[in-house]
Each structure stands twice: as C-alpha cells, then as structure tokens.
C-alpha cells in the first residue's frame, strides 16, 4: 500500500534553513507528482510547493524564492528545501499525492520557527 513517510523538521531560528524528506513507498514514485502542504495552528491546510513527474515546479506565492521542491526517483523521496525562514512558517508539513484518484498523506512532521 501507499506509504509517505516525512521527516527532518524541528526548531529554527528565523532567517535558518531546513530541509524536509518524504521518502515514499507502494507505488511506482516517478510516475507520479508530489505535493507539499502546511498546516499552521487554527488554520487550514494549505499547498505549500507541488512537482510533476517530469520534474516541473510550482510554489504558492507566500514561499517563492524561498523554498525548493525537489525528488530523488531513484530514492524514491521528494524534498522540500526551504530557507529564510520566518515565524509564519512555522506548521506542521506533509508531502501528499494523488494516486488512483486517491489522497495520500504523510504523518507530518512539525517546523517551528522561533528565536
């Protein structure tokens, strides 16, 4: 079965960098795009970053310039590169895809940003 599975959150101070993994499992990775999604405290999940199978990117326009979306396929993994953190960064993530006409998520992995 599908399979994602996040890490390398933390706490960062404002201005830092971290770099986000999902490594993903239970279906053919490169055949498929992957999003990224945050949700903050009291908010909804919003789509933070997606990338196509074939490796094209889009970014909602709040972490343009900031964060980098990219994968692996022969890791099977999707990344989420992101610097210049900012306090309302701070959520917890989820890579996410669309398989069989279905959502998949990961457990998430939590990003604060604070000093």
């Known amino acids: 079965q599908v399979q994602l599975v996040e890490s390398g959150g933390g706490l960062v101070q404002p201005g830092g960098s971290l770099r986000l993994s999902c490594a993903a499992s239970?279906?053919?990775?490169?055949?498929?795009?992957m999003n990224w999604y945050r949700q903050a405290p009291g908010k909804q999940r919003e789509l933070v970053a997606t990338i196509t199978s074939g490796g094209s990117t889009n970014y909602a326009d709040s972490v343009k310039g900031r964060f980098t979306i990219s994968r692996d396929n022969a890791k099977n993994t999707v990344y989420l590169q992101m610097n210049s953190l900012k306090s309302e960064d701070t959520a917890v993530y989820y890579c996410?895809?669309?398989?069989?006409?279905?959502?998949?998520w990961g457990q998430g992995t939590q990003v604060t940003v604070s000093s």
């Open positions: 996410n895809i669309f398989y069989r006409g279905n959502p998949y």
């Open positions: 239970g279906y053919i990775f490169s055949n498929y795009g």
